[in-house]
């Protein structure tokens, strides 16, 4: 059973930047193909970053040249790195299997605001 932990996450303002971490137990994660998703209040949860095994990224339009995800093998972990963060980005973030079909973590709780 896989168990994901998701750190990183704070209060920044518009501008600003967060790395977010996301540490798996259970599963060797350089054998997926992972993601970042998020949840803003009232919304529901989308993918806005995926790394493939070979590490191969997509971004969704939104965070398109602002956000950048990576992988550390050796730390069995993926990284989110936020930058030029706006209003908008205020959510949960999540990592998953691509598709989100494993269990998930607590997540980690980003806020923008000035």
């Known amino acids: 059973q896989v168990q994901l932990v998701e750190s990183g996450g704070g209060l920044v303002q518009p501008g600003g930047s967060l790395r977010l971490s996301c540490a798996a137990s259970?599963?060797?994660?350089?054998?997926?193909?992972m993601g970042w998703y998020r949840q803003a209040p009232g919304k529901q949860r989308e993918l806005v970053a995926s790394i493939t095994v070979s590490r191969s990224t997509n971004y969704a339009d939104a965070v398109k040249g602002r956000f950048t995800i990576s992988r550390d093998n050796a730390k069995n972990t993926v990284y989110l790195q936020m930058n030029n963060l706006k209003f908008e980005d205020t959510a949960d973030y999540y990592c998953?299997?691509?598709?989100?079909?494993?269990?998930w973590g607590q997540g980690t709780q980003v806020t923008v605001s000035s």
């Open positions: 998953n299997h691509v598709p989100g079909d494993w269990a």
């Open positions: 259970g599963s060797i994660l350089r054998a997926y193909n």
